[in-house]
């Protein structure tokens, strides 16, 4: 039992972990906000860019209230597949193993997060925004394990 224990956290960051899992919380908590006060939240969000970019003298009627709420799935996923792709693997291996398991939590928590939606006024779960999700995810995973080969290659040419 202790050498499981042991395999587990030489492979899994247990401080990751915990921060995956408030972070999950934080997205699962926003699914379960009403329609009218999560439609209220990306409604500010949209006005605050809309009248940054106007201060700025930059177009700013092209960013609509659809276009924040689904800059904020990606985005969230984004940042939850770099936490939980540093979460298992935090040795920077750069291994399948790691960016496989980031990657099906990401699905999990995403088609979760949608069925949660089903059951809260005036909120819809979509497979759209799983997929909008899943994207987010990819793109961090890729961009964090090509990060991680560079910084590898980089490092093994200074021993060399």
Known sequence: MS???RDIKE???IPGLVL???FISVIWGNSLVAGEGSGSLSAGVMEWVQ???QSLGLPFAWVTNFLIRKAAHFTEYFILALLSSHAFDPKRSA???GIVAACVL????SSIDETIQLFVPGRCGQVTDVLIDCSGAFIATFIRSAAVRWYRRREYGRSA
């Open 3 to 5: 050498s499981l224990i």
């Open 11 to 13: 492979r899994v960051s």
């Open 95 to 97: 291994g399948s193993e």
């Open 106 to 109: 990401c699905v999990l928590v």
């Open 51 to 53: 009248g940054f970019l």
């Open 20 to 22: 995956v899992v408030l």
